[in-house]
């Protein structure tokens, strides 16, 4: 019969925050900033644009998840997955329905101008795998997911920001 060995408990934990130190080793280049990994210039909503016409950018742009704004200004995010849960409480008219009603609202934005180390803190800290970009007016300028990060990353670092995303959902 094979041993058993004792469980880590310290493996079931909750993620602790990111050592700066192991989080600047875990970059390629840890100097690097959010606008050079971001999607910039994202296509977006505004709050009155219907649910049909975000999904339709969805298939259109091959992308998951898709900005609101109000004059530049970034009010929330609608994701393929917001849609797919409210297809059973909306039924027929989903595709109707404004975004507003459906768009997370509590959106979690970055300064353009912000590290990519800031940026995965933040990705892991809230268990969130996009981050919307504003500049230092709080104008969106782009999008950084967590997939825009794996070419900066070591093989290391690519597996602490995913578990951290995971364990903090």
Known sequence: MPETLPLDESANSAAAPADPASVDSDLINPSLRVADAMTAGPRTCSPHSTVLEAV??????????????????????????DVALAVAEHQGELSRLPVSELMNNQVLTINVDDTIATAMDMLGDHGVRRLLVVDSAGVLQGVLSWTDLVPHLSPCGLGHVVSRIVENR
């Open 56 to 81: 339709m950018f969805f298939r259109d742009a091959d992308c998951g998840a898709i900005p609101i704004t109000d004059m530049g200004k970034p009010l929330g995010i609608l994701t393929d997955r």
